[in-house]
């Protein structure tokens, strides 16, 4: 089937770095591809839709400054998160869109822990 | 706007036991239903689904049933295993753009504990 890799699985950063988080699709091409948050014991917000070679559409609430999304590619898009604090603690899941089928495939999310 | 509900958990079941998680939701128009499983360190995964009304999604063992009428969508397996134990997701897409996988919201997950 479809696989949706994220990178890094974990990561722990200072209070004020960036860090920056890719979700690749690979074995398909996704023209769109979304960004959740999830809070431990909570359900999966969607941040924001990421669409091959043209803005990110960010969900109301979200900052876009903070949270920068790039999708260069039909397999890769990339979400940095900038001048981290511990309230950005969570738990980030990638979704691709498989143009073909049209189904949403997800990748194993990326723990993010700013101290 | 759209949300889902989902019975809280965690759930925990013996084998062959039978499997109910319960799931409501509020969405308008004519929203597609899912149901995503996510085992210990890996993404989710699609595990049925629904796109209208009486339309029942299976998969596994696993059912549930578009219910207009009462907004819910309910998980049902007559008897589980313990590979089934995983967090379980109800989801509905508002169909925008003519896909039945645009933008999904999620309820909030079911832990779900299967002993031998």
């Known amino acids: 089937g479809a696989v949706v890799s994220q990178h890094p699985s974990r990561v722990i950063c200072k209070s004020g770095t960036s860090v920056k988080i890719e979700c690749r699709s690979l074995?398909?091409?996704?023209?769109?591809m979304f960004w959740y948050r999830q809070f431990p014991k909570q359900s999966l917000m969607l941040m924001a839709t990421?669409?091959?070679?043209?803005?990110?559409?960010?969900e109301q609430g979200v900052e876009k400054d903070k949270f920068l999304i790039n999708h260069a590619s039909l397999t890769l898009s990339t979400l940095t998160v900038t001048s981290a604090h511990p309230e950005d603690s969570s738990f980030y899941i990638c979704?691709?869109?498989?143009?073909?089928?049209?189904?949403?495939?997800f990748g194993p999310g990326t723990r993010l822990t700013v101290l | 706007g759209n949300s889902v509900t989902q019975m809280e958990g965690p759930v925990t079941l013996s084998e062959e036991a039978f499997l109910t998680i319960n799931c409501t939701y509020t969405?308008?128009?004519?929203?597609?239903l899912f149901w995503y499983v996510q085992y210990p360190g890996e993404g989710l995964q699609l595990l049925l689904k629904?796109?209208?009304?009486?339309d029942k999604g299976s998969n596994k063992g696993f059912e549930a049933t578009y219910r207009k009428e009462t907004t819910s969508f309910h998980l049902e397996k007559g008897s589980v295993q313990v590979s089934d134990s995983a967090v379980y997701f109800c989801?509905?897409?508002?169909?925008?753009?003519?896909?039945?996988?645009?933008?999904?919201?999620f309820g909030q997950g079911t832990i779900l504990t299967v002993h031998p």
């Open positions: 074995d398909f091409q996704a023209t769109t």
């Open positions: 969405a308008t128009g004519y929203p597609s």
């Open positions: 989801a509905l897409s508002d169909g925008a753009g003519g896909t039945s996988y645009g933008k999904l919201t």
């Open positions: 629904a796109t209208k009304a009486d």
């Open positions: 990421s669409n091959e070679g043209s803005k990110a559409t960010y």
């Open positions: 979704s691709a869109r498989f143009i073909s089928t049209d189904k949403q495939y």
